[in-house]
């Protein structure tokens, strides 16, 4: 079964920055749009950014200006660079195609923890 796969969460204080990277386990027609998605505690999974195979781009208000999602076709690979982290920043963070989620992608997600 094809799933995503993320890294590159971990700590970082407010203000800081972080990479994720997500890549399929596996084929995944690439027509379609991809999108990191963003779980916290108590909290339901939301959508943050959202690339095309085009290149257009999406991103929820709390992250504009801040976030940037960007794709690599060649290395079927999309990256989050998350800059000027904020502590509400705080959630796992998941990768699947967009903007509607498919559970049967769904992988295990990177922690991201914004504290000082």
């Known amino acids: 079964q094809v799933q995503f796969v993320e890294s590159g969460g971990g700590l970082v204080q407010p203000g800081g920055s972080l990479r994720l990277s997500c890549a399929p386990s596996g084929r995944i027609v690439s027509m379609f749009a991809r999108g990191w998605y963003r779980q916290a505690p108590g909290k339901q999974r939301e959508l943050v950014a959202q690339i095309s195979p085009g290149g257009e781009t999406f991103y929820v208000d709390s992250v504009k200006g801040r976030f940037t999602i960007s794709r690599d076709v060649a290395k079927n690979t999309t990256y989050l660079q998350m800059n000027s982290l904020k502590p509400e920043d705080t959630a796992v963070y998941y990768c699947?195609?967009?903007?509607?989620?498919?559970?049967?992608?769904g992988g295990q997600g990177t922690q991201v923890t914004v504290s000082s």
């Open positions: 699947n195609v967009a903007p509607v989620w498919v559970v049967a992608y």
